[in-house]
């Protein structure tokens, strides 16, 4: 069942496609990769912080509402699954209307970590947040 192989090929596409819905204003595909227990967790780009399935669905439902007109790539730097556990890390970037204002460029860094449940992975943490400026010598 959870093999990195229905991973890669099943679990991602549907994440790709559920980005696209959210940034479309739709999150319920996006809300369809979630498992729905105590213990999921967000670190939002928009600033909320939040545990439990009860928060994040409505915390996803006013994000995927302030989306708009979206054209956004959801790009994966790393890629890792075991038995149980999955994660990605990678940056979903494009253009989207936020509060129905003009499109404008957006880059967002994601980690998203995936548990193996009955026979599906299901997203159980998302951390996103806007890129800082690189100090590093090499940025």
């Known amino acids: 069942m959870s093999s990195v192989e229905d991973f890669t090929e099943q679990t991602l596409q549907r994440q790709r496609a559920a ?3 959210m940034y479309q204003g739709d999150p319920e595909p996006f809300l369809a990769m979630w498992s729905q227990s105590d213990d999921v967790s967000l670190f939002g780009a928009f600033g909320p912080s939040r545990t439990g399935w009860p928060a994040l669905r409505d915390t996803f439902r006013w ?16 890629v890792h699954a075991g038995t149980e556990l999955a994660y990605t890390v990678g940056y979903e970037r494009g253009e989207v209307s936020v509060d ?8 967002i860094r994601v980690t998203h970590l995936y548990r193996a449940e009955q026979g599906q992975w299901r997203l159980v943490h998302r951390h996103g947040d806007f890129p800082p400026k690189d100090e590093s010598p090499r940025g």
């Open 100 to 107: 129905g204002g003009p499109r404008r460029a957006v880059a």
């Open 63 to 78: 994000v995927g509402g302030r989306f708009s007109d979206g054209d956004m790539r959801t790009e994966f730097e790393v």
């Open 19 to 21: 980005n696209d819905a």
